[in-house]
């Protein structure tokens, strides 16, 4: 088919892009990531002089719990890379000499659908603390699947638990009520 005119040309593009966009759009579903937990408030005792009358560490006494779905069109993309828990940190109110760390312990996978020798194992996370920057996203862990696709396959994971560990407080840093947030994310890795 030849299209002579500019204009023609430009919608037909239009129109060949949206169905392609549409039909890619009702193949994938979003994955999820689900966090359970509450705000952490750390109590830090009034630091008056240097010495060492405070911890200069505080770890959350509760911790944030992970849990999701990779749908199979999410899977299909995976290949054996595998998706990634990422995780940074959106300030409020922050002191950059204050760090903020992270470390995984547990979770589960339960693969759902009819699948031939699949597997789905969470990795990474669990040996020391990772620190959450702001500037850019850090891996807590690795979600990797294999196997042979069947028939409706999805991954749910569970209880995934995250403490969290606050550093750095010092004398030198000004006395106010800082404040952050951390913000997970799943992606193909």
Do not use: H
Not at 96 to 116: D, F, H, M, P, Q
């Amino acid at each position: 088919m030849k299209i002579k005119s500019p204009f023609l040309k430009e919608q037909f593009l239009k129109r060949y892009l949206y169905i392609i966009a549409l039909m890619m759009g009702s193949y994938l579903q979003g994955q999820t990531i689900n966090i359970a937990g509450t705000s952490w408030t750390v109590s830090v005792p009034t630091i008056t002089e240097a010495g060492n009358n405070y911890a200069g560490t505080y770890d959350n006494p509760a911790q944030l719990t992970l849990s999701g779905n990779l749908p199979g069109s999410f899977l299909n993309l995976l290949s054996a890379s595998g998706a990634k828990i990422t995780m940074q940190l959106a300030p409020t109110s922050w002191n950059s000499s204050l760090k903020l760390y992270a470390k995984r312990s547990g979770g589960t996978t339960k693969i759902n659908g009819l699948c031939v020798g699949c597997t789905a194992t969470i990795n990474g996370g669990t040996a020391n603390y990772i620190e959450i920057l702001q500037a850019s996203a850090v891996i807590l862990s690795t979600i990797t699947f294999s196997g042979l696709l069947g028939i409706s396959n999805s991954v749910d994971y569970s209880a995934i638990s995250v403490q969290l560990q606050i550093g750095g407080v010092s004398v030198t840093i000004p006395a106010a009520a800082y404040s952050t947030q951390v913000v997970f994310t799943i992606a193909a890795n």
